[in-house]
């Protein structure tokens, strides 16, 4: 390969060498161990370099070429040189690539939880199957409550809204960073609760909302230095919705149609087809034209 390693290409930065490649019709199966010379102990920190045996290890990673890849790890375990640490041993974890009790390396973990983000539980178990990964649905939900929380430390511009837990029943309040346009928390759907939340971030300058009592009240409450905007998806239903109202008043004006000067004009002229009615080419009203425009009145 031109000087380049395997690992290199199927394991980029991490600090192993492959032995050993088997393939199958449906998996590849690499023989890894660690190229480290020493490790440190996840209590003290210090670092050794004194093996006290191997055991084998095996871990999933990403497919290639539409097999599955297995990492068949010659792991170690090594001697504290601390004599104040109560691990007499520990297991080396290869930086991005193994983890505590982890199954599969950080890459393909990486990869399952983005696909959870992006289709959720079932729909991402079946892509992941095609993909040659092989999940469940109910793993691939433990990877989106395992990832940490988005940050709400400083949230300039603030985003409300509510949402239906069960719809028509049970209501709560999203907030959203606008800055980054992610979700930041969920709270009750209550004015002091609102309230309670902006107490906690004096910063907010801007509260994007619609136009509930609930929001707005708990914005004048717990940010009263805040200038509150109407969100445009609001304005614009609002909008609609007042549109149609007075479309609803008038209905009645709108059934003749308005007759100008110029159709009075047009008119008064002699004409073959007075009522517009398309015709086919031997003179007949077409029948759908005609429903269609009966429909339309």
């Known amino acids: 390969m031109g000087g ?11 600090e192993v060498r492959i032995d050993r490649v088997t393939l199958t019709e449906t998996e590849v199966r690499l023989a890894v161990r660690s190229q480290a010379a020493s490790a440190a102990c996840p209590d003290y920190g210090r670092r050794s370099a004194r093996v006290h045996c191997y055991y084998p290890r095996t871990l999933a990673d990403r497919p290639v070429a539409g097999k599955r890849v297995r990492l068949e790890l010659q792991a170690r375990r090594l001697l504290c040189d601390n004599d104040q640490c109560d691990r007499r041993t520990f297991t080396e974890q290869i930086p991005a690539l193994t983890r505590r009790y982890a199954r599969r390396t950080d890459a393909l973990t990486a990869q399952l939880a983005d696909l959870a983000l992006f289709l959720g539980g079932r729909a991402g178990a079946r892509l992941s199957e095609r993909m040659s990964i092989g999940t469940c649905k109910d793993t691939l939900l433990r990877f989106i409550r395992a990832l940490p929380l988005p940050s709400s430390a400083h949230v300039p511009l603030l985003g409300v809204d509510e949402f239906a837990l069960r719809r028509g029943r049970t209501y709560a309040t999203i907030l959203i960073d606008m800055s980054t346009h992610r979700p930041i928390d ?33 914005a004048q409450a717990g940010a009263p230095q805040a200038q509150q905007v109407a969100d445009a998806w609001h304005l614009l239903h609002n909008l609609a919705e007042a549109v149609e109202r007075v479309v609803g008043r008038h209905r009645a004006d709108l059934r003749e149609p308005l007759t100008s000067h110029h159709d009075q004009t047009e008119d008064s002229r002699p004409q073959e087809n007075p009522d517009h009615t398309e015709l086919d080419i031997h003179g007949r009203p077409r029948p759908l034209v005609t429903r269609t425009r009966e429909r339309h009145q």
Not at 4 to 14: E, M, Q, S, T, Y
Request: aromatic residues 6%; charged residues 25%.
């Open 4 to 14: 380049v390693r395997i690992a290199d290409v199927l394991l980029p930065g991490v």
């Open 186 to 218: 969920v709270l009750a759907r209550a004015a002091n609760t609102f309230a309670s939340w902006l107490r906690n971030h004096p910063e907010v300058r801007i509260i994007c909302r619609d136009r509930a009592d609930s929001f707005r009240d708990g």
